[in-house]
Each structure stands twice: as structure tokens, then as C-alpha cells.
Nanobody
């Protein structure tokens, strides 16, 4: 199983960025697919997820209304469209998948497979 995240970069506050994550060896269909982020010295935090794709989407309060998660099951890829970026969105972003149950959807331990991370830097 391999997840390959891409699309990170350096942007100014207010800009948009789209992250992609392609999976091989595991189908996203039927699995919970999510994005997390982490800054140095802090724990990895939940950003967004699709519960048991193609189920309902969930977002952290900090990104609700600005970020959109979507899955293309035909391509076995998950995307994170990030709009109105803020400096506090700066982090390494990770895609993940697993058989997370709803009550643990926002926790790191609920996911079995992780991508390598892609760095998003938002400047003021």
C-alpha cells in the first residue's frame, strides 16, 4: 500500500492550493479517507475526511467553509481544495486511509495507511 501526496508549496495569505493524494494497493471505495496536518513541535491534527467513501464529509472547525475534500474513486485519489489560506494553515499535510469508525474519524490512530506528507507554507 502506498499513498503519494503532492501539491504543496509556498503561497500568500488569501490564495488557494489544491493537494492531491494518489493511492496504490488499496481502494478508497469503502474506506475512510482523510487529511491531517502537523507543524513542528505539535501533534498531528485532523483537517478533513470522507467517511467510508463515498460517505459524508467532515471538517475541523478551523477549516470549515474554506477547505473541501473530495475523492475520485476511478483514479483512486483524494484531493483537498484549500481556499482563503491563512498563515496558520502552514504545516505538512498528510493523507491517510483506513477503516476508521465515525467516533474516531478525527484521530490519528484510526487510520492505517499514511502518505509521506507535503509542505504547505502560507506567507503574510
Amino acid at each position: 500500500v502506498q499513498l503519494q501526496a503532492s501539491g504543496g508549496g509556498l503561497v500568500q495569505a488569501g490564495a488557494s492550493l489544491r493537494l492531491s493524494c494518489a493511492a496504490s494497493g488499496i481502494p478508497f471505495s469503502g474506506y475512510t479517507v482523510g487529511w491531517f496536518r502537523q507543524v513542528p513541535g505539535k501533534e498531528r491534527e485532523f483537517v478533513a475526511a470522507v467517511f467510508r467513501n463515498p460517505g459524508r464529509t467532515y471538517y475541523a472547525d478551523t477549516v470549515k467553509g474554506r477547505f473541501t475534500i473530495s475523492v475520485n474513486s476511478a483514479k483512486n485519489a483524494v484531493y483537498l481544495q484549500m481556499n482563503s489560506l491563512k498563515t496558520e494553515d502552514t504545516a505538512v499535510y498528510y493523507c491517510a486511509t483506513g477503516r476508521a469508525i465515525l467516533s474516531s474519524l478525527g484521530t490519528v490512530r484510526a487510520y492505517d495507511y499514511w502518505g509521506q506528507g507535503t509542505l504547505v507554507t502560507v506567507s503574510s
